[in-house]
């Protein structure tokens, strides 16, 4: 609808450059430009490559969302960017072009939350969220379990992992078994060829004295990385299919037990899957068969929109100028530990940012003097 929020969106968190463009609950553009292969060689993310590999693709990723989506940047009701959490130098980068961009257009600025847009970006697939949502997060920095009642300005923390993420325990089985980086989507492929029940590793914090919801994956990592170590000292081949396929099966077998336990415990009949692991095709199948048991309906959106993307903050953002939530400020910041508990990043109360806002039409040198730089 033409009378739906159209926001722009930028995703600078970690590696992945990605701008969105959201009408409402629609996808309009979704562009992405990956630095991963600038990565693999180290073996994980490097903080500063991903830092400048931002600041190479950000003009050029933007210009290619204005034109997939067939808008003008003044047609935009709203800029909305990743404050946190995430690597504070890539965090910097978007928040800096957001600011510069909504700055120079006159546009609203909304600084939102990472882990809230993994959340929202299920309605540009499935329609609105239920309220309340309960969801189930999972990649490569967070494992979380999380209840919103209002994706905008109300998101509960139920658990999350007290060690490894389950995408960076992926990252490091890959690792030993000389599979390279990333690892979530190479174990996903060889596991189908392995059995999942070849090899009984532990399930961590599954005990009856655990914490029902918070997750563990290093003891796992640790088992798997011993139980490798102790075939090649003792010169036998590794079997790389079944190590692959059981210490995949322990990962979504823990994910989505807490899971549908959180949404009995809850009393809510649903469950949004999201995150880069979301795009796991076992952890996929596991969470389908074990809600349809429970009678509770799954909703994961397709795999390009669970990794890191401008679409999720988008559609975050179009929410937030639907309900009217209040704008960020001019002074909005990174923030690599922004809590889940807070969805966006409002302007400091007491601080009169309608005014800011609306002071910037007052100075069209320096918005003529921006846009030739943003579009040179």
């Not at 109300?154 to 992926?170: H, K, M, N, W, Y």
């Not at 909703?299 to 679409?311: E, F, M, Y």
Request: net charge negative.
């Amino acid at each position: 609808m033409a009378d739906e929020p159209l926001v722009l969106g930028i995703e600078t968190s970690c590696d992945e450059t990605g701008v969105g463009i959201v009408r409402g609950h629609t996808l309009l553009a979704d562009a992405v430009a990956s630095s991963v292969d600038e990565h693999a060689r180290f073996g994980g993310v490097v903080p500063e490559v991903a830092s400048r590999a931002h600041l190479e693709a950000m003009v050029p990723t933007i210009q290619r969302a204005l034109k997939e989506a067939g808008v003008a940047p003044s047609d935009l009701d709203g800029i909305a960017v990743t404050a946190g959490p995430g690597l504070a130098g890539a965090l910097l980068v978007g928040v800096s072009a957001a600011k510069a961009y909504a700055y120079a257009l006159g546009k609203p600025l909304y600084g939102v939350n990472h882990l809230a847009s993994h959340i929202c970006v299920d309605q540009l697939e499935h329609g609105p969220l239920p309220e309340p949502t309960m969801a189930l997060l999972v990649s490569g920095g967070h494992s979380s379990l999380l209840l919103a009642p209002d994706i905008t300005s109300d998101v509960r923390p139920l658990g999350s992992t007290i060690d490894d993420a389950a995408g960076e325990a992926f990252d490091k089985i890959a690792r030993v078994l000389n599979l390279g980086f990333p690892g979530g989507p190479v174990i996903d492929r060889i596991a189908r060829e392995g059995d999942p029940d070849a090899i009984a590793f532990p399930r961590g914090l599954t005990g009856p004295r655990d914490a029902a919801y918070d997750f563990s994956f290093s003891g796992l990592k640790t088992a798997v990385a011993r139980w490798i170590e102790a075939k090649r000292a003792a010169g036998e081949d590794v079997p790389v299919a079944d190590v692959s396929a059981s210490f995949q099966e322990a990962v979504v077998d823990v994910l989505t037990r807490k899971a549908v336990r959180a949404c009995r415990d809850e009393g809510v009949d649903h469950l949004m899957i999201g995150g880069g692991v979301a795009a796991n095709s076992r952890l996929r199948a596991m969470a389908e068969r074990r809600c349809e048991d429970a009678g509770i309906t799954l909703r994961v959106p397709r795999p390009k929109l669970c990794t890191d993307n401008g679409a999720m903050v988008a559609a975050l953002g179009a929410e937030m100028v639907a309900r009217g939530r209040a704008v960020s400020s001019w002074g909005l910041s990174a923030d690599s530990s922004l809590p889940v508990t807070d969805p966006h990043v409002p302007a400091p109360a007491g601080h009169d940012d309608d005014h800011d806002h609306e002071h910037v039409h007052d100075h069209d040198h320096v918005h003529e003097l921006s846009r030739k730089n943003l579009y040179a």
